[in-house]
């Protein structure tokens, strides 16, 4: 018994966790009957096959198969800035407002890619602030600030 | 007569001005947003959708299918021009597309694909207009059992006739009925898996799964491939004229594509992929000289493309008047019907046949600008594509944020992309295929509905499912697809040891 296919052992994996996670937050659903179902029963239902089909998995993983795709050391420095890109356009919009928000996630998303100079990335986001104020506030006129100042 | 009458009046209201300008507008991001190498049509659709919540819903409606062919046949620009397919049906396009790019002759292969996919599109089109009506008679004795056993049928073979292996595609499936489980029980309003927040209390937004498991994963996956720029060809308009060698060639591919699209894409789930491979093994095995395929014959791209959109047009059928999405895409444009209070279903040709007919026609009239507006544009495409990926991914990422945060103004939507992208990242490491994900999500609701009253009506009793002759007919077609797919996984598994 040995795994020879670790994307499927992961896949697995992850679907008998995701399996177990809705079981345990659903435990207090009423399931009712067959005719007369509770909100607890469908989910319990499709949680059950995620445990099935995790345990396929795991059984599939057993021969050799597609494996996992490597990304090195770029792909996780894209992914993490990518990642504080979005936290910190969200927690910006509240406070700041709409351009200074979209200027910095930009600006994080562009410190990934080594191959762009400092006054690149500063450019490349300004003119990104400036797409999403066309798009957003001059064309189609959400109700939402461009700028704002918390303090 | 009723089909031309009804066409002419679905005309009527595409080609007001407004419509018309949003569909130029459509097909033009979306090709932009299309033609990034990487990016496909429901990260597109799905990134332009926010922006028709202020439109008319048929006004909506034609923008998006306007964006849904821009960004189709902006991925054809960039997968032939670079070689880097974006989803499955146009990794078959590049077969001898990217060889028609080196041997200099790309013009004349992007010039084939949009001619192709508007002859697949109008021929799939005019099936939809003839075949709906039929499919609403048909649904008019369509009880809960026929309902949920077509939703299974869907689901199996999306999951199943995916590229990856069988069991990966099921528990996508799985995953995508999970995810669709969160938010309020439709009958007792109980909360569920709201995890004690009061924003999951309606359920996750589609465009949400959508931007995160497709958008935001495929930047990130767009910018970890190193800068290019110089290896893309030069296409100009005159490079695009097909010698009369090529004309002659396109011409018969074409049309048996279209058909072979036409009766696959009416099969939910995985039509339009099943026919692009068909198309393809059919050209090859008829030619004279099989061996040009696969280094640039005019067949492989003609064939395939014309099917794949033939199949995109037909598997708007079931989506229309089942109300059940047969493509990743389409549960995509249900879900922005949705949006703006149309329920796809049987009563939809009667009650709101204006937005019917409109819809059908606007569908045609986004192919007709595609041909029109991008032959011509061309040149901007693909100088755009010489671009550094640097330039263009990183402002997608902002314009994902807005567009979510735009739709309810909530931030928790801005980290529900997040964590859904992340989640995205991890499937494509698996190497599982995140498109039925998220048909399963959209279907799960309704597939409980229909499976909870299906129950009421025959008292508990699951024998309901094949004790009806029309479900146990869709549900004998499930048996067979899912058998004839696991025994094509095995066979290939065995031919691979």
Known sequence: MQIKDSGSA??????????????????????????????????????????????????VSLRPGEGVMRIGRRGAVVIGAVAAAILVFGHGIGLFGMVP??????????????????????????????????????????????????F | MDLLHNFYSGIGIAFQPLNLFVCVA??????????????GAIAAVSMLLPSTFYLEPVTALVMLAGVYYGAEYGGSIASILLNIPGTTSSAVVCLDGNPMARQGRAGVALLITAVASYTGGTIGIVLLMAGSPLLVALAQSFGPAEYFSFMLLGLAAAGMMGSGSPAKGLAMIVLGLL?????ADVNTAAPRFTFGLTHLYDGINVIVVAMGLFGITEVIFGMMA???????????????????????????????GSTIGSILGVLPGAGATLSTFMSYSLEKSLARDPSRFGKGAVEGIAGPESSNNAAAQTAFIPTLTLGIPGTATMALMLGAMMIHGIQPGPAMMTQHADIFWGLIASFWIGNAVLLVLNIPLIGIWVQMLRLPSLYLYPTVISLICMGVYSINFAVADILLVLLFGLLGCALRL???EPAPLLIAFVLGPMMEENFRRAMLMSRGDVATFVER??????????VAIAGGMLLVSLRRRRAAQ
């Open chain 2, 226 to 256: 190193p800068g290019r720029s110089t290896e893309v060809p030069r296409v100009s308009l005159r490079s695009m004229v097909p010698t009369p060698e090529d004309r002659r060639r396109a011409v018969m591919p074409i049309l048996r």
């Open chain 2, 469 to 478: 002759p029309l479900s146990l007919a869709i549900l004998a077609v499930t």
């Open chain 1, 101 to 150: 928000s979209a200027f910095a996630a930009t600006y994080l998303v562009t410190l990934s890619q080594p191959e762009a100079g400092r006054r690149q990335r500063l450019a490349l986001s300004a003119v990104s602030a400036g797409v999403i104020w066309g798009i957003f506030l001059a064309a189609l006129g959400l109700q939402a600030p461009a700028f704002a100042w918390p």
């Open chain 2, 430 to 432: 698996l190497k599982c």
């Open chain 1, 10 to 59: 992961l896949a697995g994996a992850g679907m008998i966790a995701f399996g177990a996670v809705f079981l345990w937050a659903g435990r207090d659903l009423s399931m009712g009957s067959l005719q007369r179902m509770g909100p607890g029963y469908f989910p319990a239902l499709v949680a059950g096959l995620s445990l099935l089909l995790g345990a396929v998995l795991l059984a």
């Open chain 2, 26 to 39: 459509g097909v033009f991001f979306g090709t932009l947003i299309g033609a990034l190498p990487g990016i």
């Open chain 2, 179 to 183: 995810l669709g489980c969160i938010g």
